[in-house]
């Protein structure tokens, strides 16, 4: 998985780049009733492998969930409640 994490956000960057420089942020789609512009597809899947780096590195511990960071405010907070006790 840390193979992963490290090639993942030089994914991310090259088709960032590559939807920002080359293709746009959007496309034109045109029918016979005309054209409109969609969000450029690409930045769907930008978007997912931004979430998914995320997550794993939740995974291996190098960020903390809220949760995690609830749970140590909480457990500092009675540390130095404590310490005023004594």
């Known amino acids: ?6 090639i993942e956000p030089h994914i991310v ?7 920002e420089n080359v ?6 789609i045109f029918t016979e009733h005309g054209g409109h512009e969609n969000e450029a ?3 769907n899947e ?3 492998r ?3 780096i995320f997550r794993m590195l939740k995974e291996v511990g190098v960020l903390d969930d809220p949760e995690s960071q609830k749970a140590d405010a909480l457990e500092s907070w009675r540390s130095f409640v404590e310490e005023e006790d004594s």
């Open 23 to 28: 293709s746009g942020l959007t496309e034109t």
């Open 46 to 48: 930008i978007r997912k």
């Open 41 to 43: 597809a690409l930045l």
């Open 1 to 6: 998985m840390t193979r992963r994490i490290a």
């Open 50 to 52: 931004d979430k998914t």
């Open 13 to 19: 960057s090259k088709a960032s780049d590559y939807v």
